[in-house]
């Protein structure tokens, strides 16, 4: 067969689909229908019909699956479907490989084999992981996150990894240390960057950071993983950031370096312009950005024109206010 599949779960209204056909593995799901006494023919055609085809050329930019991973039910409660991976893993924001949104064929000239990351700063244990570290040390999960770009389109999104605070735990931050800085991969020769207007000089490398009590949430992950593979380098291989109740920008991704300072960083977009992307950059309905209201927010759909998505309410720090809420009270 020519085409990968997403599950077929994923396109029923959240209404229609019950907590087992949530699981992204169409393995699992198939043996849960079989289990109900539901053909596991009948399963696969009506699952076709329903599926969001990836094309041949998109396809083999995907990772290697991620086999035996769990994923962890308290974040499944969502209001909205998972965003079929055909959207999402073409419709990126990557600007060293480009300033457009289809930056996925340019981003296959990230060089992620070997990778390391340094774990550096205001730490007891400063630590360089390798690229199969990143998959090996920490036990992996899958989280389904609501994810929210500055530009106010919004997906949902099934990704793989660990929290950030088991890195924490790992390399404990001395306590001087206040905020993390997050760099990401740059090499001039192979990120040709945006080729028009104010963006040919910009301050690379791409640097997000957090307090270090944001890095510390429960929510606060490290993604190495999307839709059950290994990142699609357009997505951050091999290591993203993923702080789903801040906008997009704030998850820096294909993540080289890390560190641990007693002031606040200077970074990318903050440097560009702060008054459009402020440090803290928290989604919120009530605080407008200069060029964008973000009382509403498109759900990634079919075509690249956003106007024709779904038009959704947005909410306060994403919808996560009860996990976060507290950290700005
Ligand atoms: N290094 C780097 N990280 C980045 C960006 C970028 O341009 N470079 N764009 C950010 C923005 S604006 C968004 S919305 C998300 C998009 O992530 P996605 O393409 O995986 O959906 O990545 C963020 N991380
Ligand atoms: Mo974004």
Known sequence: ????HVPPSWQLPASQATPEATYWNRRRLIKTMVGAGIGSIAVSLGACAREKTIDPGLAKTLGRPLNNVQR????????RDITPQ???SSYNNFYEFGGTKNIWPNAQDLPTDPWQLEVTGLVKNPTTYDRDDLT?????????????????WAMVVPWIGFPMKRLL???????????VSFTSFYDSEVCPG???????????????????????NELAFFAVGIYGRTLPKQHGAPIRMVVPWKYGFKGGKSIVKIEFTAQQPATYWNTISP??????????????????????????????NPFDWEK??????????????????
């Not at 067969?1 to 990968?4: I, N, Q, R, T, V």
């Open 1 to 4: 067969m020519p085409f990968l």
């Open 72 to 79: 962890n039910p308290a974040f499944d409660n969502l209001d």
């Open 86 to 88: 055909a959207y999402a």
């Open 136 to 152: 090996q040390q920490f036990d992996l999960e899958e989280r389904v996150y609501r994810f929210r770009c500055v530009e106010a």
């Open 169 to 179: 735990e790992q390399v404990e931050p001395t306590p001087e240390a206040k905020y």
């Open 194 to 216: 945006p080729a028009w207007g104010f963006a040919r000089n910009l301050p690379w490398p791409y640097v997000e950071a957090l307090t270090i009590e944001e890095m510390a």
């Open 275 to 304: 008054n459009e992307y402020g440090f803290e950059a928290n989604v919120n309905p009530e605080v407008p950005h200069p060029r964008w209201s973000q009382q509403t927010e498109r759900l990634l759909g079919e075509g690249t």
């Open 312 to 329: 959704v309410p947005t909410r306060l720090y994403n919808g996560y206010e009860e996990y976060v809420g507290s950290l700005y009270a």
